[in-house]
């Protein structure tokens, strides 16, 4: 007998490889498999302007990058003697003007050059219920907690959403007409808009997805992290305890379909072999002077030897590190 409806995994029509670039924006459910993947070596960035949860925030980055747009002292405000930016989360935070708008400026450029070398994107939708400044009209990344009087809160429809984000996706192709973006909905329920209102707001972000897949199906798809926690897991022991956020085994779960998805065969057992060296990296030893120890460390200095040799450009200076202390 079955006792869940299961979501069968679909091969995706394109892989991912230690050979790409991958850039993930969006919910905190782009941190998790961000998270993942990093530990994995993989190359990535992953919100360069901190946590967004709508997809207006999440374009309107995408295009300062594209534009290569800095930060200016018209950005930023001061409140409670701290300056921040409703461009930008609330981790940039500063009690300089000049100190905000380098730290988000650096952070701007690193962000530019990786999206300019991205081969995939990956963008995490939240929320369709946005804050526009009242002053300026323009929906906002972060309130900062300033007095709600200064916000009109709204939803956005399929056909904003749309609107925001099509000239992006469509200068994004024409710079670079083999990239693709895959487009995902948090599975994480906004409950401060109630249960129905939240509902609304997946709604709206999964129809507006639908109609950009439709539109630039070579180079947008959708990937069900959504339905794989509503729909497949549908229990509560797969949340944490606020009972909104995904536990650990639910990520886990989501992103081993996320690796069935867009990993190869291939890809996997390169996968395993860095998988491998990095937890023995991890080890710690009772008694690091032992003939065992240092044995186990030449023979992963062999093995760090041979994936350094297929992967010069992945990032093994920890295991390095580790391994050639016991030399």
Known sequence: MDFRTEIKVQKADFGISY??????????FSTNMAERLSA????????????????????????????????TADDVFQQDGVWNSFLLHSCFASLSQQELIDKANAALMSA?????????LFLT?????????KSTGGVVANCHKVPAAQFERCRLTPEEVVAECLPVFQELVEQRPDVRIVLTVSP??????????????KAVLLLAIDQLCQLLPDNVSYFQSYELLMDDLRDYRFYADDMLHPSKLAVDYIYQHFADTYFSAETCKDVACVEALVAAASHRPFNPDSFSYKLFCERNRTKLAELQARFPQLDFSRETGV?????
Do not use: M
């Open 188 to 201: 994480i329920r906004h409950w401060k808009d109630g249960a129905h209102g939240n509902q609304l707001s």
């Open 323 to 327: 391994f050639s202390e016991q030399k």
């Open 112 to 120: 530019k050059e990786a999206l300019a070398g991205a081969t995939c």
């Open 19 to 28: 050979a790409d670039r991958l850039f993930f924006v969006g919910s905190c």
């Open 40 to 71: 994995l070596k993989f190359r990535l960035t992953v919100n360069p302007t901190g946590v967004l949860y709508n997809p207006a925030s999440v374009c309107q980055l995408l295009q300062h990058l594209l534009d290569g747009r800095k930060l």
């Open 125 to 133: 939708f939240g929320t369709a219920w946005v804050y526009r400044l």
